[in-house]
């Protein structure tokens, strides 16, 4: 009985954690303004908190879309990996030229996540290491994502649509990219990182105390 009753009790579990590897809700930004060519800011609502984002470039984008407009985030490519919901319709920045972007969290954020839109023959760097998360059908078509060697960046085979995830905490990202017309992106997280509690330092601090004190008794008795 015991025996089966563990069985049971591992199964449940395992398909507790698989459930929750496949159903990941991202907190998508929300494009606020963009001041000029540049540059562009939003928030991201994780929960109850709201966190500011800002993106800015070496190079021109095409446009930035902050409110009604066209809704490039159709298709299958953003949710047949583990993210449950595609970016937001319509928010989306659009780059043209090729060089640096750079996006600033206001917060550090957990494992952001990289919607794409028809990244055809483009190649991005981030410098750190990615996971393609999704890709497939999108509003211009489809395409592969190639990761190159580094496991840090990839090659757009065709019309790529989906998304990339940095696993990690960040409190920024920067990529480099080519030029092209233009390719849209977004980004989202999965969460924010924690603020331990005063009480949680204050058990930090007893547990390591504890251990020395172990440890010193450990060597008076040797």
């Known amino acids: 009985m015991k025996r089966l009753i563990k069985l049971v009790f591992g199964s449940l579990i395992s398909i507790i954690f698989s459930a929750s590897a496949f159903a990941v809700t991202v907190s998508w930004t929300d494009w606020i303004s963009s001041p000029d060519s540049f540059s562009a800011s939003g928030d991201l609502l994780v929960g109850s908190t709201t966190v500011g984002v800002g993106y800015s470039a070496t190079g021109a984008h ?25 970016p937001p319709a319509s ?11 750079t996006i600033t969290f206001a917060k550090t954020v957990v494992d952001p996540y990289i919607g794409l839109v028809s ?4 190649t991005v760097d981030f410098g750190v290491p990615i996971a393609i998360d999704s890709f497939g059908s999108g509003f211009w078509g489809s395409g592969t994502p190639i990761l190159n060697g580094s496991g840090t960046g990839f090659f757009g085979s065709g019309e790529v649509h989906g998304v990339i ?33 005063p009480e949680t330092y204050a058990m930090l601090l007893a547990g390591l105390g504890l251990l020395g004190f172990v440890a010193r008794r450990r060597k008076d008795n040797v």
């Open 62 to 86: 095409s446009f930035v879309t902050t409110g009604a407009g066209t809704n490039f985030w159709t298709g299958t490519a953003y949710t047949n990996g583990t993210v449950d919901n595609a």
């Open 91 to 101: 928010d989306i920045i659009a780059l043209n030229v090729g060089g640096t972007v």
């Open 165 to 197: 995830r940095l696993p990690g905490s960040y409190d920024s990202i920067t990529f480099t990219h080519t030029s092209e017309n233009w390719h849209g992106f977004t980004v989202g997280v999965a969460g924010i990182a924690p603020i331990p509690e």
């Open 119 to 122: 990244w055809n023959s483009n």
